[in-house]
Structures are given as structure tokens and as C-alpha cells.
């Protein structure tokens, strides 16, 4: 991989053959590869014995060069310097549209430079300009014609996060979607990334937005190896996996635009909702120190990820402080949640600890990188999520404790929600809707906030609240998980 360019090649033939056939180019279309790399959609495209015309263009003079070296025996493609996100005929093919198909592998993840940002947000205004790809793709589609297909391999947090509303918006009313495919960044030679899924997604332009959102296309996922993307794209039998239909208009109407991929119950739970976990509770992420490995210790050296810090003495540490002034002079640390816990309900131990001495805590107020946020919720009792989630979320309780940004603190607004959100938030339907609503790693408080919450009679509220209670008291599961998990799913009529 390249740093500054941000160039993952597509080196998968199933990928760039797949792609190719979705957009099925003619000797009559202009076509567009936006950011040429090496040129192996071109490569693909050629090898239909076709006579194409392609735009292709590139930032990187290195790769203009080698583009231009190796096709040069061929005029029909046309090969440019310039930045497909600036680039001023771009501005012009954008008033009325121009290619009938564009195909490509946009850059992504890259750092901006804050000039270059600023630049961005002026030409892209309304829309998030820290990642890449999301404006390759609202670049690209608006330069499309009336009818021209794209199809584009990017990662799939544009149909989850709420900084790309924005985007979705424009998709769902700008183009029909003509399918999306859903797999792990492994089936890229050389990359993988945690954080998120890749995707290809393929649209047709159209000046309808009554035909775009009358339109119905298939999200594909559950694939398990790179070749299953030629079994779909062959269209052979792809019953083993996950094939969700969705109309253009329902993905509209959910809240902030979001893709919910489900074709069971649970998707209509969350777009039909009532209540939701941000109405009763507040939801909210800690403190940051500025300076981790400065101002937080641990307890005994086999803390995981706990190397390079210190292990704090048992007598400097004040378990019982819950003073926003920090601790009597005796003491320096006070615990700290921190982290993801490896049990539901309760957490083991009091692993992590935090400088919270009268002169850290001025550190935390007035160092520009510490964060002293939502300072008011600190020591108070509540719930803590870790903030990015595996595939099985730990709810468990906070008392007399400081949480540090890696935590959501959920804060029941009435008391008595209390215990019953906490069974709540370990059950599995909760994990599952949690998971629908942002399938990527990042679990922050405003996507927490969307939860769908159904609250019951009081009766129902005791029953869990006593089931809870007493897992919380003697740490042991057994004693009723099942059982808690078992009303939540008869609670949202999940068998
Ligand atoms: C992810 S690579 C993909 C290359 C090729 N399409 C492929 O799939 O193998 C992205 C390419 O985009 C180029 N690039 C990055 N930012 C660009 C920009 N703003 N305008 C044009 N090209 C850009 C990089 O130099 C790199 O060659």
C-alpha cells in the first residue's frame, strides 16, 4: 500500500471481472476509470476483445506514467494528470452528465491535509469530507448520465454512519441501485481492516427520484471466499448466502437514511420503534486523559493491553474517592473503567486506575488534547458499553466509577430502568439490533442512542430487575441469563 495516494490495488480477478460484467461496457460508451492506478479495471475491460473508448485519470505522475507507457499503442484511451475530486472538466461533464459507465477502486482511508479539507468542504458543502471514497462516489455519480452505470469497490460504512447521511441521501434519490455486495477486506490481496466491511456497489444514474425510490435491489453477504463473488456474478446458485431485498424508499425513511440489513422482524423493529435507548437514558462517552500512559496505571502487569504502564502500589490507590476535586493527599489513582470487560453484568476487578490527584485533574481541564467530558455523569450509577464492539457486547454496571472515553455510560433518566436495560444489553436481540444498526466496530453513543427500547408493565420490570440482581450479586450467569434472554426475545416476538 502507498501512504500518500492511499492506493490498495484490486489485484482479484473476481473482484475487477465481476465489476466489469455489472456495468457491461460497449464500443458505443464512454467510459471512466476515476483514479487509473496500474490500470487493472482497464485491463479487465479490454480483455472483452472490445473496442472501448476510456477516460482514465490519476494524481500520481508515477502511475500517469506507467499508464501512458503501457497503453500507448492503444488511442482509444485517454489517460490525464489531475485530481478527479477538482478537476475542472469534471466540473463541466457534471452540469449535464457524460459517461455512460464509470468503474473503479476509489482511494480511501487517507489522511487530508487540513488545506486540502477546507478546499473539499467548499466544493463538497454538506457533505463529509474526511474520507475519500464518499466523494469519489458523489463525484462520479453526478458526472454519470442519465442511465450510466457505476460500479464501485469501497468500504461499507457509507450505508451505516451517520456522517454520510448526507450521501445516502443523494444515492437513494439520485440513482436505482442495482445490487450491493458485502464481504471482508481480506478478499483484497495484502488487505484487512478491522473496522469495517468492504462493499460493491452498483448503481444506474437517474433523473427520477420517484424511479429511484420505487426501486428494489439486493444487498449480498455471508460471503466466506473471494469466489463467491463469481458465483454471483455468473448468477448461479447463491442460496447459502445472505440475500436482503430492499426498497429504495424504506432505506429513505429510516432514521438518518441508514441501510438496516435484515430481511427478518428486527429491521422493522428498528425503523418502527417508538421508544428508543436515547429517549430514556443518557448516553455518553469519558474522560480522556490526553496522556494515557502519564496518567493511568494498572493494578498488576497481566492487565491486558496494559504495557508500557505503570502498576500503581495498592496504598496510593483510593477505591472509595467519588470527588470531582480529586483524592485526599494520602492517595494518587483512583480505578478506572477502561476498555472492553470479559464479562456480562459485572466486571472482574478494578484493572485499570487514573491519576486523580488535585493536579491531574487540573491536567484534564485545562490540557488541550484531555477531554473532561460529561464530567457530571462521573461516580454515578449507570451501565458501561465499550465503544468498539466485537461480535458479543459486555453491558455490565458502573458504581462510584470514573469511565474513560472507550466507555459509553448509559444513565438510566428514571432509576427503576436501571437493572432492566442492563439485562437488556447483554441479550442477544439487543447484540443483534446493536449490530444491524452499525454493522462496522464503532459503537459510539449516537448510534447506541438509536437502540430500540420496548418498555413494559411493571410486573415485567420487577421480573428482570430481581433476574439481574442477582447475577450482579453473585456473579454467576447461570443464574438466569437464559432465562433474561428468553423474555427479550418473547419481548420483541423473536422465537
Ligand atoms: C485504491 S488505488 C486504485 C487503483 C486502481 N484503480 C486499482 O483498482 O488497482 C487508488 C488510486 O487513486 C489515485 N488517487 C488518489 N487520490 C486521487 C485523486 N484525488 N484523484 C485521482 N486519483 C487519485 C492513487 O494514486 C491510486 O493510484
Redesign the pocket.
Known amino acids: 500500500m502507498?501512504n500518500?495516494?492511499?492506493?490498495?490495488?484490486?489485484?482479484n480477478n473476481y473482484i475487477?471481472k465481476y465489476m466489469v460484467s455489472m456495468i457491461a461496457p460497449t464500443p458505443s460508451d464512454k467510459i471512466l476509470?476515476?483514479?487509473?492506478?496500474?490500470?487493472?479495471?482497464i485491463d479487465t475491460m479490454l480483455e472483452l476483445g472490445q473496442s472501448l473508448n476510456i477516460d482514465t485519470?490519476?494524481?500520481?505522475i508515477e502511475?500517469v506514467e506507467t499508464l501512458k507507457r503501457k497503453y500507448s499503442y492503444n488511442e482509444k484511451i485517454k489517460i490525464r494528470l489531475?485530481?478527479?475530486?477538482?478537476?475542472e472538466v469534471f466540473d463541466r461533464y457534471a452540469e449535464n452528465g457524460h459517461y455512460d459507465k464509470i468503474v473503479?477502486?476509489?482511494?480511501?482511508g487517507?489522511w487530508q491535509e487540513y488545506d486540502r479539507r477546507d478546499e473539499l468542504k467548499k466544493k463538497y458543502n454538506g457533505f463529509y469530507v474526511k474520507e475519500?471514497y464518499s466523494l469519489?462516489l458523489l463525484r462520479c455519480v453526478s458526472i454519470l448520465r442519465n442511465k450510466g452505470v457505476l460500479s464501485f469497490?469501497i468500504p461499507d460504512t457509507f450505508l451505516f454512519l451517520h456522517n454520510h447521511t448526507a450521501l445516502r441521501k443523494y444515492l437513494l434519490e439520485n440513482t436505482k441501485i442495482k445490487e450491493i455486495l458485502i464481504f471482508p477486506s481480506k478478499f483484497f490481496p495484502g488487505v484487512s481492516f478491522g473496522y469495517s466491511n468492504l462493499s460493491i456497489i452498483t448503481v444506474e444514474k437517474t433523473h427520477s427520484t420517484h424511479d429511484a425510490l420505487n426501486n428494489t435491489f439486493n444487498v449480498i453477504k455471508g460471503l466466506k471466499v473471494d469466489r463467491d463473488i463469481e458465483r454471483i456474478g455468473l448468477r448461479s446458485n447463491i442460496d447459502d448466502l445472505e440475500t436482503i431485498t430492499l426498497t429504495q424508499r424504506d432505506v429513505y425513511n429510516n432514521e438518518h437514511h441508514a441501510f438496516i440489513l435484515s430481511n427478518d422482524i428486527l429491521s422493522d423493529i428498528i425503523s418502527n420503534c417508538e421508544t428508543k435507548l436515547g429517549d430514556i437514558a443518557e448516553c455518553v462517552t469519558g474522560i480522556y486523559t490526553g496522556n494515557n500512559l502519564g496518567y493511568m496505571g494498572v493494578v498488576d502487569a497481566s492487565v491486558k493491553n496494559s504495557k508500557d504502564y505503570p502498576v500503581v502500589p495498592v496504598d496510593l490507590i483510593d477505591f472509595n474517592c467519588n470527588s470531582l476535586q480529586g483524592t485526599d493527599e494520602a492517595y494518587k489513582y483512583i480505578p478506572i473503567i477502561k476498555s472492553s470487560s470479559s464479562t456480562k453484568y459485572v466486571r472482574i476487578g478494578n484493572d485499570w486506575l487514573i491519576d486523580w490527584s488535585k493536579d491531574a485533574i487540573k491536567h484534564y481541564n485545562t490540557d488541550k488534547k484531555a477531554r473532561f467530558q460529561n464530567s457530571s455523569y462521573y461516580f454515578r450509577t449507570g451501565i458501561g458499553l465499550p465503544m468498539v464492539k466485537s461480535s458479543k457486547i459486555n453491558a455490565t454496571l458502573m458504581v462510584n466509577r470514573v469511565f474513560d472515553q472507550s466507555i459509553v455510560g448509559i444513565f438510566p433518566k428514571d432509576e427503576k430502568h436501571l437493572y432492566f436495560l442492563l439485562g437488556f444489553l447483554n441479550s442477544d436481540i439487543a447484540n443483534k439490533l446493536i449490530h444491524l444498526i452499525n454493522p462496522t466496530a464503532n459503537n459510539s453513543s449516537n448510534y447506541l442512542k438509536k437502540l430500540p427500547v420496548i418498555l413494559t408493565v411493571d410486573s415485567d420490570l420487577e421480573y428482570i430487575t430481581s433476574l439481574v440482581k442477582t447475577i450482579v450479586e453473585t456473579g454467576n450467569i447461570d443464574k438466569g441469563h437464559d432465562k433474561i434472554n428468553e423474555y427479550f426475545n418473547h419481548l420483541f416476538n423473536i422465537e
Open positions: 502507498d500518500v495516494y492511499r492506493s490498495f490495488y484490486t489485484k475487477t476509470e476515476p483514479c487509473g492506478g496500474d490500470g487493472v479495471f485519470c490519476d494524481l500520481n502511475a489531475t485530481d478527479t475530486l477538482m478537476d473503479g477502486n476509489p482511494p480511501y487517507g475519500t469519489f469497490i
